[in-house]
């Protein structure tokens, strides 16, 4: 009887177990699968770059501020009014045509756009990236965006005025 009593102890570790190694299991064969599949989801890389974006890292970008380039902030008008990098307009992925029509000429006369957003898990500066060109106005994505800039400690401007 007491060896039985024993025997139901260990039970739950021999659960446990078995559940920990089905589950190691699934996630090993969910990512071989997604390797080898041909279709899987890109776990190296920013999932909202796609072929043809053209990303440009902190640095890079204030230099090109400096040579006259021209920020687009690609996020809503709320969060440019509290602060943007200097110079910046304000061209909100989901204001996208009203504010294209308002800034249309300045952009078709810059040779050097840059569009920012939020950072990691912000899509907008993609979206209005891939519209401009859309439109024959070539742009570049400043990657990791609003907080690369900021972390980097480069100037900002709060305000509705560039």
Same mark, same amino acid.
């Given at each position: ?46 999932? %909202? ?10 640095? *890079?970008?204030?230099?090109? +501020? ?13 969060? %440019? ?9 304000? +061209? /909100? *992925? ?39 060109? *859309? ?11 609003? /907080? ?15």
């Amino acid at each position: 009887m007491l060896e039985r009593l024993r025997a139901c102890d260990k039970l739950p570790l021999v659960r446990a177990y078995r559940i920990a190694v089905i589950l190691l299991t699934g996630a090993l064969l969910g990512l071989a699968w997604n390797a080898v599949g041909g279709r899987g989801l890109a776990l190296t890389r920013n999932a %909202y770059v796609r072929e043809g974006d053209e990303l440009v890292e902190a640095a *890079e970008a204030h230099a090109r +501020l400096d040579k006259g380039a021209l920020f687009l902030d690609a996020r809503p008008v709320a969060f %440019y009014e509290m602060s943007h990098i200097p110079g910046a307009l304000p +061209l /909100p *992925e989901d204001d996208f045509d009203r504010a294209f029509a308002k800034i249309e000429p300045r952009l078709r006369s810059s040779f050097d756009i840059i569009v920012y957003c939020s950072g990691f898990g912000c899509e907008a500066s993609h979206l209005v990236a891939r519209r401009l060109k *859309e439109r024959g106005i070539p742009a570049v994505v400043l990657n990791e965006g609003w /907080p690369a800039w900021t972390d980097a400690g480069y100037p900002v401007r709060e305000g509705a005025q560039p």
